[in-house]
T-cell receptor, first 115, second 110 residues
Framework: KAGVTQTPRYLIKTRGQQVTLSCSPI?????VSWYQQTPGQGLQFLFE???????NKGNFPGRFSGRQFSNSRSEMNVSTLELGDSALYLC??????????????FGPGTRLLVL | AQSVSQHNHHVILSEAASLELGCNYS??????LFWYVQYPGQHLQLLLK??????LVKGIKGFEAEFIKSKFSFNLRKPSVQWSDTAEYFC????????FGKGTRLHILP
């Protein structure tokens, strides 16, 4: 099976702009989670989508949003970018059955630099 | 809210030394615990996980971790490290969502 893919891999934006990141999960996986990774804060959970619905949400402002499509692909959007949004954004997919401790499989990430 | 603490931010060891990386989470109840590893230039990948049963969990590449409920701990161990174990290690706990520790950078000297 192909792994989790994320596009683009690198992105440079300026403050105030908005950005959309894309994640394609492993085939058959229905859950997609997004994380922000920075040197200071480590890995922080943004949100999880399962069957096109947001199932869990972390403590990020409303500028961070996401969605999931019927084919389980997910997009994450950040509006009104701030310098502090510079980070590696990771996507992880899993089977999504909440009763099972499923393993998450991570993508390579999108490195976003905000100037 | 649940939180995860990894005691060591940076560890340097020589090959063949024994390794123990500390991890504590903030409160009990039913939790699922994980260790993830990120090798240089590679994706984050699962090393091992605990959800019930034997508190001593064995993972890939000779790693193991012990869940001690009374101490809210899930420390990672390896009896003899190799240069290829150089990586960043993340402890994580899941109740309704997964919370990661800030990671420990492990550097093995050849």
């Amino acid at each position: 099976k192909a792994g989790v893919t994320q596009t683009p891999r690198y992105l440079i934006k300026t403050r105030g702009q908005q950005v959309t990141l894309s994640c394609s999960p492993i085939s058959g996986h229905r859950s997609v989670s997004w994380y922000q990774q920075t040197p200071g804060q480590g890995l922080q959970f943004l949100f999880e989508y399962f069957s096109e619905t947001q199932r869990n949400k972390g403590n990020f402002p409303g500028r961070f949003s996401g969605r999931q499509f019927s084919n389980s692909r997910s997009e994450m959007n950040v509006s009104t970018l701030e310098l502090g949004d510079s980070a590696l954004y990771l996507c992880a997919s899993s089977d999504g059955q909440a009763l099972v401790v499923e393993t998450q499989y991570f993508g390579p990430g999108t490195r976003l630099l905000v100037l | 809210a649940q939180s995860v603490s990894q005691h060591n931010h940076h560890v340097i060891l020589s090959e063949a030394a024994s390794l123990e990386l500390g991890c504590n989470y903030s409160y009990g109840g039913t939790v699922n615990l994980f260790w993830y590893v990120q090798y240089p230039g590679q994706h984050l990948q699962l090393l091992l996980k605990y959800f019930s049963g034997d508190p001593l969990v064995k993972g890939i590449k000779g790693f193991e971790a012990e869940f001690i409920k009374s101490k809210f701990s899930f420390n990672l161990r390896k009896p003899s490290v190799q240069w290829s174990d150089t990586a960043e290690y993340f402890c994580a706990v899941k109740d309704d969502k997964i919370i990661f520790g800030k990671g420990t950078r492990l550097h093995i000297l050849p």
